[in-house]
Structure formats: C-alpha cells, structure tokens
C-alpha cells in the first residue's frame, strides 16, 4: 500500500466522476470547485480508516469521494453567507456566477454526496446514511453558530470549541467512521474511529487559529494576523478577553473597537497583549491537549499497532504542517 | 380507510416531528415553514400510493413527511432565489430572518429529509434513496431552467413542458412511487405510479397557469392576470408567441414590451389576443391530456379497480378544484 498511489486515484476518481450536464449553470460550479482541489484529506481519511481493517480500499472510493463533495458544498454554501470573493485563489461560485446559481449547485451537490454513499454495500446503508445525517446536520449547526458569535460581544471557550466541533470536526470524524464501517468495523471501534477524527479536527482548527497569528507569512500562504484585524473570535481572542484585566483590558477593547486603524499597529499591538497573557502558550497547550487525546483513541482501537501505522504517520504529518 | 383519519393523523404527525432544537436560528424556520401548510398534497399521495397495496398506512407516515420536508426545503431556497416576500401569505424565511438563515435553514431541511425516509425499512433504502436523489436533483434542474428561461426572449413549447416536468412534476411522481416501494410493489407498477404522477404534475402546473388568466378571482385567491402583468413565460404566452403573426404579433410584442402600463388594461389586452389566438382552448386540450395519460397509466397498473378507487377518485377531485 502506498499513499501517493491512493491520492492519485482518488485525485483520477473525482476528475472522472460524472455529477450531470444539463443546465450547464447548475453542474458547471460543481466540476469547478471540485478542481479546485484542495488536499482532499477528507476522503483520504476515508480511504486510511478503511485500510485499518482491509487492504482493498479501492472498493470505498466513491463513498470517500462524498465527503469531499459534502465539504465543498459546505464550502459553496458558506462562501455565499460570508460574502467571501476568493476560494483557494479563485473567484468563489457566487462571485463567478451568482448567488442564486451558488446555492441551487450547492443543492445539488449535496444530493449527489448521497449519490457517492450509495455505491456502499447495501449492508451498510442505513448506518452510513444515519450517520452522514447527523454529521451533516452538525456541521450546519456549527456553521449557524459560528455566524451567531460574530454578533455576539463575548463567547466562552466552551462555546467555541463547540462551535469548531460542529461546524470543522465531526466532518473528519465522520470520514474515519466512513471509513470503519465501509471495512466492517464494530461499533465500538467507529467510535473511537469517530472521537480520533474529531479530536484531531478540533486540534486543527486551533492551529488555524494559532497559525493565522504566529505562523510564518510565506509558509501560511496568506497575511499574517488577518484574524486579528478582523476582530475574529478565535481561541487567542476568546481566551485574551476572558483573561486580561485592568490596563490590558482597555488596551484590548481599545484595539477592537478602532474602526480605522493602521494593520501592522494593530497586530503587533494585540500580540504585544496575546504575549503579556500567555496566549500563545496556552493555545499550544490546547493544540497538544486534543491532538494527544486523538492519539489516545487511535491507541485504544484493538488492531495490532502495524495496522495503525499508516494512519498514525499520515496523521502525525498533516499535525505538524506549519501552513 | 377514511382520508380524513390519515389527513389528521399526517398533520399530527407532522407537527410532532422534532426537527432539532439548537441553535434556534436553523431550526425555528424549519417549523414556521412546515407550519404555513399548505395541502400536504405530495405525502397524502405516498399514503395514497402505499394503500394500493397494503392497508397499514401509518407505517409509511414518516418516510411521507420526507416528501413534504423536501417540498419545503425547495420553498425556502427557491424563495430566496424568486426574492419572494410572501408565501402562503406570510413573510417568507428570508424576510423574516435573512438570506444566511433561509439558505442554512434550507440545507438542514435535506439533511432531515433524508432522515425521515430512513424510517423505511431497510430492504428498501437502497432503491428508495436513488430514487429521491434522482427526483431531487431534476427539482434542481428545473428551478435552474426555470430562472434561465427568464431571461431568454423566447422558449419553446417542449422545453416549457421539460422544465414543469422537472421543477414540479416528478416530486409528485416520486411521492407516488415512494408508497408503491414501502408498499412492495415491483418495477413495471413503480414506473406507472411514477408516470401517473408526473403527467398529474404537468396537468396541475398548466391548469395553474390556465387559471392565473381564467380563474375565479375569489376562488382562486389571487389576482388573476398576475402572470400576464409581469410577462411570466407560461403555457399560454409561449404558445401565443409561437402562433401570433402579423397585427397580432406586434400587438403582444407591444404589450410585452411596455414598461409602464395600466395593469387592467393589459391583461384585457392579453387576454383577447389569447382568444383570438385560440389559446385557451389550446391550454385546456394540453390540460386534459396530461390528466387523461395519468389515469391511463392508473388503469394499467396491474391491481383490481376497487383497489384503485381511493387514489382515482383523490386525484379527479384535486385535479376539479378551480384554486
């Protein structure tokens, strides 16, 4: 088994895969997100769960290939909510086209993720469907959320990591657990199968948060500090303005509620405060905290280590990305 | 078997369904939409289609409510899209939440759809999802033809057809075979329950465009002439378009092209280059042969008349109705 040869015909499989013509608005954005591309760690995901239990992975990859097309119909539906004019680069659907066209192909890309799940033995169906339902759900529930607290002053941490949960981690949780069950995994191990992904999806997205802040320009491939001139409510700030008191408090406030402001001041500005509050070291530890806990469900999943290694490795290298 | 018991125990069951809970802003439109009611058409003819075969009906209760679910699901997106303020003469989820909500809202809405339909017993799932994401899909093209034909300056007759057929029809021609697949009916009986409630579909839509110009204002409880006033591209204008010559021909030309007009005035105006043009002598024969291809698919469904009675008579007296 080699994962550059799984990539590469998971890559030929989503190029291949024929989501309708006719109208040519409706399926034309599908095809142009799913170019793209992305690193389709999803559906790999997908694809190394399954290889825990059965080398034949070739026989789940048109159910891995739906949750790659879920996550880009999320991706199409959110750009239209946050009004984004870029993805990965390139103008957005509802940019390229238009709104109305971005939600109707956003639509249908979601039936044709179920469309992928059918190719799953008919065995495995009901489960699979159970499941992706309430990921799904979830996911959209986080996305609501996420919404809400940018109209909120405060959110608690819990609240946050809630969030992130919902709206980034049960996707990658789900795509493991895919995985699992495509293979004939018990119960009990798509739970743990489901708890690793989530883990390690909530550890990400705190490195997101991390990276956008202390992560190197060139590498992250995009401005440094954009979160915090946006005033976004990532780990860093939710935690900063639970934290800081008397002096730093004002100063913190003060920063959030200029509304003309030069960038570079105001980054270097928050971090100075982030700095004085231990942030950054406290975010690590946070990172560390759910990243060992996906480990953990990894280590309690009864296979032989052998078994876990591809996953393991694969897992431990997309962790320590610094982009 | 009584149809008020199974209209009642829907409405219950409907009501009863818990849609989800958190955050408030996804799931609340979910309930006010599905409130705002309407007939409940689609999942009365599942139950219809379903007591075909067998008479315990209440075992197809929830996989009927996905039916209505979707149909709802298309409401929301698709007023959005139209920029529609009112539905069923309540402001609509966008304009009482906004955009973000009714596109989420919306998504949700599919998801548990898909959930409601998982109440089916297993056996059928597999057949039952391909199914309905084959109808959902060509809802989708239909809405995307609908909305480009809008700004085409003409269409022709057959795509009018293919485009109600897709937008409205096949909902009801996949609520039919829903009952027919939970019921156990074979292939050759699905594709005619599926035929009989597409050539309904398309009876309805043209009936519907019919009685935008020839219905009883009271009755039909909007204002008549609405489609002529805004120049909607029905049955009757496409028709006229494609008959009208000479004087006639620039007359609706001239109508249609009027920016400011008196609204009575053209609609009086329309109308009468309709009759001179025979168009609504026209609508009716097309009307009556999708009605009169229905029910000759009803009558070669392989099951005894009696048996048919119900369905028959449910469906001559909707198709009656003059709103």
Chains 1, 2 share one sequence.
Not at 3 to 15: D, F, V, Y
Not at 51 to 71: N, R
Not at 175 to 183: S, Y
Request: aromatic share 10%; glycine share 6%; proline share 3%.
């Amino acid at each position: 088994m080699n994962i550059e040869e799984i990539k590469s015909q998971l890559a030929q499989e989503i190029a291949s895969y024929d989501f309708g013509r006719n109208p040519e608005e409706l399926y034309e954005p599908i095809r142009y997100l799913m170019k793209l591309s992305g690193k389709r760690l999803r559906p790999l995901l997908t694809l190394l769960g399954y290889t825990l239990y059965k080398d034949d992975w070739q026989k789940a990859l048109k159910p891995a290939i739906a949750v790659e097309v879920f996550h880009n119909f999320t991706l199409m539906h959110d750009d239209i909510m946050d009004k984004a004019p870029l993805r990965r680069g390139q103008p957005t659907v509802h940019e390229k086209w238009n709104g109305n066209i971005a939600i109707l192909s956003g639509d249908v890309m979601l039936v044709k993720a179920y469309d992928l799940l059918l190719h799953a033995p008919a065995q495995y169906l009901p489960l699979i469907i159970k499941s992706f339902n309430q990921c799904a759900a979830e996911v959209c529930e986080g996305q609501q959320l996420d919404m809400n607290f940018e109209l909120r002053s405060s959110v608690l941490e819990a609240e946050y990591l809630e969030m992130i949960r919902l709206k980034t981690a049960v996707l990658l949780g789900f795509a493991l657990e895919l995985g699992g069950i495509l293979a004939g995994a018990e119960a009990a191990s798509l739970a743990l199968l489901r708890s690793f992904g989530q883990n390690i999806g909530i550890g990400f997205q705190l490195k997101d948060d991390y990276l956008d802040v202390y992560g190197d320009a060139a590498k992250f491939g995009k401005q440094v500090g954009g979160d915090i001139i946006a005033n976004k409510k990532t780990y860093l700030l939710i935690e900063a303005l639970e934290r800081a008191e008397g002096v730093l408090k004002e100063e913190l406030h003060h920063w959030i509620s200029l509304e003309e402001f030069d960038k570079v001041e105001k980054v270097a500005a928050v971090k100075r405060i982030y700095t004085q509050l231990d942030i950054p070291a406290l975010c690590q530890q946070k990172i560390h905290q759910y990243f060992a806990q996906g480990f953990t469900d990894l280590d309690n999943l009864p296979l032989d280590e052998g078994k876990k290694l591809f996953l393991r490795n694969f897992t431990a290298q997309i962790i320590h990305r610094e982009k």
